[in-house]
């Protein structure tokens, strides 16, 4: 590989993942494409929500169970680090109308 002044003594395969990483970060679509309405939120309230809030206990249980379970999500693959993100999203979303709730009746 040739040599790069931005990246001197660092290993060929380290290299090389930096060079993935620049290149997939960097993509961008043709300025003729309209980007905005490729645009979908995670959380829309008017279709998403409210839905059904567990007791403060169970939305912490599940909260701590899905945070042990995303831990060892590989931060190099791409697919596996959404999971992780929605999954988490998901179940924050989850605890904070629990504590939202618990805190109504208290």
């Known amino acids: 590989m040739a040599s790069d002044p931005h990246l001197p003594d660092l290993p060929p395969h380290v290299?090389?993942?930096h060079l993935h990483l620049h290149l997939h970060l960097h993509r961008r679509p043709p300025m003729s494409v309209d980007t905005t309405a490729?645009?979908?939120s995670?959380?829309?309230?008017?279709?998403d929500g409210p839905g059904y809030t567990p007791p403060l206990d169970?939305?912490?249980?599940?909260?701590?169970?899905?945070?042990?379970e995303k831990?060892?999500?590989n931060i190099h693959d791409h697919d596996e680090m959404i999971r992780a993100a929605?999954?988490?999203?998901?179940?924050?979303?989850?605890?904070?109308?629990?504590?939202?709730a618990e805190a109504s009746r208290g």
Do not use: N
């Not at 995670?42 to 279709?47: D, I, K, N, V």
């Not at 169970?58 to 042990?68: E, I, K, W």
């Open 38 to 40: 490729m645009h979908t």
């Open 42 to 47: 995670l959380y829309t309230p008017e279709s």
């Open 15 to 17: 290299r090389r993942l």
């Open 71 to 73: 831990a060892g999500a």
């Open 58 to 68: 169970v939305a912490l249980r599940r909260a701590r169970d899905v945070l042990a």
């Open 86 to 100: 929605v999954s988490l999203e998901m179940r924050l979303r989850t605890l904070v109308a629990a504590l939202d």
